[in-house]
């Protein structure tokens, strides 16, 4: 083979590879900048779009819950956070607000359950313990 078509074959998979990480990158930046500017329906949308190209970033399905917790539709956001525990069992943040959901909803065993995984856990957010404690003492064991 002529070694300049080796050579541009190779600088063209190496640009593809290049900009594939980049667009990986960019899309949870853009949509992280976006929430952060309560852009939900905008930043909603970025982070799906960096879920198709990083299935596995938690972080994007984090935020997707928590933009859901904002739209109030509670399904959504479960299903976003037990994805996050999914890919990382030990993420706190995702364990307190899945606890603080199953609360909301009257799911005793369950809520009790996350708040033991969250105690085994937790270690930047082990101040809101009490506050799941105290919010399962409101609910009644089945």
């Known amino acids: 083979m002529n070694p300049i078509r ?3 074959k190779t600088l063209l998979i190496i640009l593809f590879l290049c900009t594939n990480i980049f667009a990986k990158n960019s899309f949870f930046l853009e949509a992280e900048k976006l929430f952060k500017e309560k852009k939900y329906s905008e930043s909603k949308f970025k982070f799906e779009k960096d879920i198709v190209f990083n299935p596995k970033n938690e972080m994007s399905y984090l935020y997707l819950a928590k933009i859901f917790n904002h739209q109030k539709d509670d399904f959504m956001e479960e299903q976003n956070l037990n994805t996050v525990i999914l890919l990382n069992p030990k993420n706190e943040e995702a364990l307190y607000l899945l606890a603080l ?12 359950k996350l708040i033991k995984d969250f105690k085994q856990v937790c ?17 009644e064991p089945r």
């Open 101 to 112: 959901l199953n609360i909301k909803k009257s799911d005793y065993d369950r809520s009790e």
């Open 123 to 139: 270690s930047t957010f082990c101040k809101k313990e009490s506050e799941l404690i105290k919010k399962l003492g409101n609910l």
């Open 6 to 8: 080796i050579s541009l």
